[in-house]
T-cell receptor, first 113, second 113 residues
Framework: GENVEQHPSTLSVQEGDSAVIKCTYSDSASNYFPWYKQELGKRPQLIIDIRSNVGEKKDQRIAVTLNKTAKHFSLHITETQPEDSAVYFCAASFQTGANNLFFGTGTRLTVIP | EPEVTQTPSHQVTQMGQEVILRCVPI?????FYWYRQILGQKVEFLVS????????KSEIFDDQFSVERPDGSNFTLKIRSTKLEDSAMYFC???????????FGPGTRLTVL
């Protein structure tokens, strides 16, 4: 099955700096890559996603890049704010319909005011 | 905005007991999922469900687990004889047909003593 690796496991940045989280996946058939933000004790919330036919996607301060050849994708958060502090999970799936998500191990991002 | 709901928020049970975790997916969604997250670890796929049958299941989803859609709104996960290692947060998710985005419920924290 699919295996998703995520780095770093923890990341601390100063408010206003950028944060980058990287993931790799093993199955070249994977074609959908969402990123979820999970605040303490809360549900995972989708923040951005990208499909394999697109190399980059941006939504305000958040962007995701995908390199299909290298099988890796990254989350970029610019101008970080304290409310960005959370655990971020990348995921991959390779089916349409019942697209079961395979999650990375998570990155705990701390934005220091 | 419609949300996936789950009950109970916290369930404590004795080892060997049966538990039923309940989910109400978003009303027009047709794909349903259960995931679990052991404390401090990544979210793991358990099972997906469509058209009143299981679409996919992971190795975790053994004979002790079952899912059911008993009526038009609820989606349940039953664990027949709980083990200590079943202690985790269980998330339900749902997806609209033809889309990839999975919406997660708030989770049920299961504690097996």
């Amino acid at each position: 099955g699919e295996n998703v690796e995520q780095h770093p496991s923890t990341l601390s940045v100063q408010e206003g700096d950028s944060a980058v989280i990287k993931c790799t996946y093993s199955d070249s058939a994977s074609n959908y890559f969402p990123w979820y933000k999970q605040e303490l004790g809360k549900r995972p919330q989708l923040i951005i996603d990208i499909r394999s036919n697109v190399g980059e996607k941006k939504d305000q301060r958040i962007a995701v890049t995908l390199n299909k050849t290298a099988k890796h994708f990254s989350l970029h958060i610019t101008e970080t704010q304290p409310e960005d502090s959370a655990v971020y999970f990348c995921a991959a799936s390779f089916q349409t319909g019942a697209n079961n998500l395979f999650f990375g191990t998570g990155t705990r991002l701390t934005v220091i005011p | 905005e419609p949300e996936v709901t789950q009950t109970p928020s916290h369930q404590v049970t004795q080892m060997g007991q049966e538990v039923i975790l309940r989910c109400v997916p978003i009303s027009n969604h047709l794909y349903f999922y259960w995931y679990r997250q052991i404390l401090g670890q990544k979210v793991e796929f358990l099972v997906s469900f469509y058209n009143n049958e299981i679409s996919e299941k992971s190795e975790i989803f053994d004979d002790q687990f079952s899912v059911e859609r008993p009526d038009g709104s609820n989606f349940t996960l039953k664990i027949r004889s709980t083990k200590l290692e079943d202690s985790a947060m269980y998330f339900c998710a749902s997806t609209l047909l033809g889309t990839d985005t999975q919406y997660f419920g708030p989770g049920t924290r299961l504690t097996v003593l």
